[in-house]
Protein backbone atom coordinates (compact mmCIF):
# COMPACT_ATOMS: atom_id res chain seq x y z
CA UNK A 1 0.00 0.00 0.00
CA UNK A 2 1.50 3.71 -0.66
CA UNK A 3 2.78 5.38 1.86
CA UNK A 4 0.04 7.61 3.81
CA UNK A 5 0.34 10.71 6.12
CA UNK A 6 1.01 9.68 9.63
CA UNK A 7 3.07 6.50 8.96
CA UNK A 8 6.70 6.04 9.99
CA UNK A 9 8.69 6.16 6.79
CA UNK A 10 10.97 3.71 5.18
CA UNK A 11 14.20 3.08 6.84
CA UNK A 12 17.05 2.14 4.63
CA UNK A 13 20.68 2.36 4.03
CA UNK A 14 21.97 3.59 0.03
CA UNK A 15 25.05 4.92 -1.12
CA UNK A 16 24.79 9.04 -1.51
CA UNK A 17 27.03 11.88 -3.13
CA UNK A 18 27.58 12.35 0.57
CA UNK A 19 28.74 8.80 1.76
CA UNK A 20 26.32 5.90 2.71
CA UNK A 21 23.24 7.63 4.33
CA UNK A 22 21.32 5.11 6.96
CA UNK A 23 18.42 7.36 6.73
CA UNK A 24 16.62 7.68 9.90
CA UNK A 25 20.04 7.92 11.43
CA UNK A 26 20.84 10.64 8.97
CA UNK A 27 17.51 12.27 9.45
CA UNK A 28 18.58 12.82 13.20
CA UNK A 29 16.50 14.77 15.40
CA UNK A 30 14.81 17.44 12.86
CA UNK A 31 12.79 17.41 10.00
CA UNK A 32 13.65 16.38 6.56
CA UNK A 33 12.32 16.58 2.89
CA UNK A 34 13.13 13.64 0.58
CA UNK A 35 12.60 14.52 -3.06
CA UNK A 36 13.34 12.23 -6.21
CA UNK A 37 14.27 13.11 -9.55
CA UNK A 38 13.03 11.36 -13.15
CA UNK A 39 16.84 10.77 -14.82
CA UNK A 40 19.99 12.76 -14.39
CA UNK A 41 21.13 15.27 -16.82
CA UNK A 42 17.52 15.93 -17.68
CA UNK A 43 16.69 20.08 -17.97
CA UNK A 44 14.11 20.42 -15.55
CA UNK A 45 15.79 18.63 -12.55
CA UNK A 46 18.80 20.27 -13.44
CA UNK A 47 17.23 23.80 -12.46
CA UNK A 48 15.03 21.97 -9.51
CA UNK A 49 18.57 20.97 -8.10
CA UNK A 50 20.18 24.83 -8.03
CA UNK A 51 17.15 26.34 -7.07
CA UNK A 52 17.24 23.71 -4.17
CA UNK A 53 21.03 24.46 -3.49
CA UNK A 54 20.38 28.35 -3.07
CA UNK A 55 17.38 27.63 -1.05
CA UNK A 56 19.92 25.47 1.87
CA UNK A 57 19.76 28.24 4.19
CA UNK A 58 16.37 28.70 4.43
CA UNK A 59 15.45 24.75 5.14
CA UNK A 60 18.48 24.56 7.57
CA UNK A 61 16.53 27.72 9.56
CA UNK A 62 13.69 25.48 9.70
CA UNK A 63 16.11 22.87 11.20
CA UNK A 64 15.53 20.55 8.10
CA UNK A 65 17.30 18.24 6.16
CA UNK A 66 17.09 18.26 2.10
CA UNK A 67 18.26 14.93 0.02
CA UNK A 68 17.46 14.22 -3.18
CA UNK A 69 16.97 10.95 -5.28
CA UNK A 70 17.67 9.59 -8.77
CA UNK A 71 17.86 6.43 -10.08
CA UNK A 72 21.24 6.82 -11.72
CA UNK A 73 24.65 5.42 -10.50
CA UNK A 74 26.69 7.69 -8.08
CA UNK A 75 29.67 8.51 -10.46
CA UNK A 76 26.66 9.99 -13.27
CA UNK A 77 25.76 12.41 -9.89
CA UNK A 78 28.99 13.72 -9.50
CA UNK A 79 29.61 14.11 -13.44
CA UNK A 80 25.93 15.76 -13.09
CA UNK A 81 26.68 18.03 -10.26
CA UNK A 82 29.16 19.90 -12.20
CA UNK A 83 27.00 20.72 -14.99
CA UNK A 84 24.41 22.19 -12.54
CA UNK A 85 27.10 24.24 -10.43
CA UNK A 86 28.35 25.16 -14.54
CA UNK A 87 24.62 25.86 -15.34
CA UNK A 88 22.64 27.02 -12.19
CA UNK A 89 25.59 28.83 -10.39
CA UNK A 90 24.73 26.64 -7.36
CA UNK A 91 26.84 23.72 -6.03
CA UNK A 92 25.17 20.75 -4.54
CA UNK A 93 24.91 21.66 -0.75
CA UNK A 94 23.01 18.53 0.23
CA UNK A 95 23.11 14.65 -1.01
CA UNK A 96 21.37 13.39 -3.61
CA UNK A 97 20.87 9.30 -2.98
CA UNK A 98 22.33 7.11 -6.13
CA UNK A 99 19.51 4.78 -6.37
CA UNK A 100 20.06 2.61 -9.40
CA UNK A 101 18.57 -0.46 -7.83
CA UNK A 102 15.78 1.33 -7.40
CA UNK A 103 15.67 0.19 -3.58
CA UNK A 104 14.69 3.49 -1.90
CA UNK A 105 12.50 4.24 -4.94
CA UNK A 106 10.50 0.49 -4.82
CA UNK A 107 9.90 1.54 -0.87
CA UNK A 108 8.35 5.22 -1.09
CA UNK A 109 6.27 4.29 -4.66
CA UNK A 110 8.35 6.85 -6.36
CA UNK A 111 7.92 4.62 -9.76
CA UNK A 112 4.54 5.17 -11.15
CA UNK A 113 4.00 2.47 -13.91
CA UNK A 114 1.49 4.14 -15.75
CA UNK A 115 3.87 7.26 -16.21
CA UNK A 116 7.07 5.23 -16.58
CA UNK A 117 8.59 2.15 -16.50
CA UNK A 118 12.35 3.40 -15.75
CA UNK A 119 11.99 7.16 -14.11
CA UNK A 120 10.45 7.97 -11.01
CA UNK A 121 7.96 10.48 -11.03
CA UNK A 122 8.94 14.03 -8.79
CA UNK A 123 8.05 12.57 -5.43
CA UNK A 124 8.48 15.13 -2.40
CA UNK A 125 8.29 13.98 0.92
CA UNK A 126 8.58 16.17 4.60
CA UNK A 127 9.41 13.86 7.33
CA UNK A 128 9.40 14.86 10.89
CA UNK A 129 11.17 14.64 13.64
CA UNK A 130 8.95 11.17 14.78
CA UNK A 131 10.10 10.66 11.14
CA UNK A 132 6.28 9.97 10.13
CA UNK A 133 5.07 11.46 6.94
CA UNK A 134 3.67 14.73 7.58
CA UNK A 135 3.15 15.81 3.55
CA UNK A 136 3.55 14.22 0.09
CA UNK A 137 2.78 15.55 -3.21
CA UNK A 138 3.35 14.06 -6.29
CA UNK A 139 4.55 15.92 -9.53
CA UNK A 140 4.89 14.62 -13.23
CA UNK A 141 8.66 14.56 -15.21
CA UNK A 142 7.33 18.00 -17.13
CA UNK A 143 6.36 20.11 -14.04
CA UNK A 144 9.82 21.37 -12.49
CA UNK A 145 8.69 21.72 -8.55
CA UNK A 146 7.83 25.10 -6.12
CA UNK A 147 10.31 25.13 -3.44
CA UNK A 148 9.03 28.08 -2.05
CA UNK A 149 5.80 26.43 -1.25
CA UNK A 150 7.69 23.26 0.38
CA UNK A 151 8.99 25.70 2.68
CA UNK A 152 6.04 27.55 3.25
CA UNK A 153 3.93 24.47 3.70
CA UNK A 154 7.29 23.37 6.52
CA UNK A 155 6.29 26.68 8.38
CA UNK A 156 2.77 25.30 8.35
CA UNK A 157 3.62 21.69 9.96
CA UNK A 158 6.21 23.14 12.42
CA UNK A 159 3.79 25.93 14.10
CA UNK A 160 0.61 23.17 13.60
CA UNK A 161 2.62 20.85 15.41
CA UNK A 162 2.91 23.37 18.28
CA UNK A 163 -0.12 25.09 18.58
CA UNK A 164 -4.26 24.44 18.52
CA UNK A 165 -4.07 26.35 15.05
CA UNK A 166 -4.30 25.34 11.88
CA UNK A 167 -3.36 27.91 8.62
CA UNK A 168 -6.01 29.14 5.63
CA UNK A 169 -5.91 29.18 1.95
CA UNK A 170 -2.41 30.74 1.02
CA UNK A 171 -0.88 31.40 4.14
CA UNK A 172 2.43 32.47 5.12
CA UNK A 173 4.64 32.77 7.88
CA UNK A 174 3.50 36.00 9.50
CA UNK A 175 -0.14 35.72 8.92
CA UNK A 176 -3.23 35.20 10.68
CA UNK A 177 -4.01 31.22 11.86
CA UNK A 178 -7.28 29.61 12.40
CA UNK A 179 -7.73 28.29 15.73
CA UNK A 180 -8.84 24.72 15.34
CA UNK A 181 -12.43 24.00 16.04
CA UNK A 182 -12.18 21.98 18.67
CA UNK A 183 -10.70 24.35 21.35
CA UNK A 184 -13.86 26.07 23.02
CA UNK A 185 -14.32 29.47 23.70
CA UNK A 186 -12.76 29.41 27.70
CA UNK A 187 -9.60 27.42 25.98
CA UNK A 188 -9.08 29.93 23.30
CA UNK A 189 -8.98 33.08 25.67
CA UNK A 190 -6.08 31.27 27.28
CA UNK A 191 -4.15 30.07 24.43
CA UNK A 192 -4.75 32.75 22.29
CA UNK A 193 -3.33 35.79 24.71
CA UNK A 194 -3.08 38.04 21.54
CA UNK A 195 -7.07 37.94 20.90
CA UNK A 196 -9.01 36.49 17.86
CA UNK A 197 -11.77 37.28 15.62
CA UNK A 198 -15.11 34.64 15.02
CA UNK A 199 -16.53 35.17 12.35
CA UNK A 200 -18.63 32.10 12.22
CA UNK A 201 -18.45 30.34 15.47
CA UNK A 202 -16.27 27.43 13.20
CA UNK A 203 -14.39 30.39 11.90
CA UNK A 204 -11.95 32.05 14.36
CA UNK A 205 -8.94 34.00 13.45
CA UNK A 206 -5.91 34.91 15.72
CA UNK A 207 -2.48 36.35 15.35
CA UNK A 208 0.09 33.94 14.60
CA UNK A 209 1.30 32.52 18.29
CA UNK A 210 4.57 32.20 17.44
CA UNK A 211 5.79 35.50 16.76
C1 LIG B 1 13.53 16.96 -17.02
O1 LIG B 1 14.02 16.97 -15.90
O2 LIG B 1 13.69 17.89 -17.79
C2 LIG B 1 12.71 15.78 -17.47
C3 LIG B 1 12.97 14.53 -16.98
C4 LIG B 1 12.25 13.46 -17.44
C5 LIG B 1 11.23 13.66 -18.37
C6 LIG B 1 10.94 14.93 -18.82
C7 LIG B 1 11.69 16.01 -18.37
Request: charged residues 20%; without cysteine; hydrophobic residues 40%.
Given at each position: MALQLGDVVPDFTQDSTEGPIQFHKWIGSGWCVLFSHPKNFTPVCTTELGAVAKLKKEFDKRNCKIIGLSVDPLKDHVAWSKDIEETQGAKLNFPLLADADRKVS????????????????????????????????????????????????????????????ATPVNWKHGEDCIIVPAVSEVEAKQLFPKGYKTLKPYLRLTPQPNL
Open positions: NLYGMIHPNASDTMTVRSVFVIGPDKKLKLSITYPASTGRNFDEILRVIDSLQLTANYKV
